[in-house]
């Protein structure tokens, strides 16, 4: 049940993430590409995909180890997931912000 929240709550992330993209495509049809915001937009989309390729990993290990499991425990984890998803994407990823900010850049130009 904890899995189908954050799922939701990150897909709202993402449909967040891709209205920005869209608004920002938007703005800047008459004033130029915005590089840094499209970069930017790129690594946060590679960011929610990793962590959800991470959270599967992180479900199987057991909760009653050192925290003693619980729902704090879940949480911590969801946020751990989330994080390290970041910084996988800061750190150059695999890939995808790379493919993601191509596209951007092709939509703002087009």
Do not use: C
Not at 92 to 109: P, W
């Amino acid at each position: 049940m904890q899995t189908v929240t954050v799922n939701a709550a990150q897909d709202q992330v993402v449909e967040a993430q891709l209205r920005a993209m869209q608004s920002g495509i938007k703005a800047n049809q008459t004033g130029g590409v915005n590089k840094a915001l499209a970069r930017e937009t790129a690594e946060q989309f590679e960011a929610v995909f990793l962590s959800q390729m991470l959270a599967p990993m992180f479900e199987t290990i057991p909760t009653d180890s050192f925290m003693g499991g619980g729902h704090a425990e879940k949480v911590y984890r969801g946020m751990m997931v989330e994080e390290m998803g970041k910084s996988i994407a800061k750190q150059g990823g695999v890939g995808i912000a790379d493919t993601v900010y191509r596209e951007i850049l092709k939509l703002q130009e087009a």
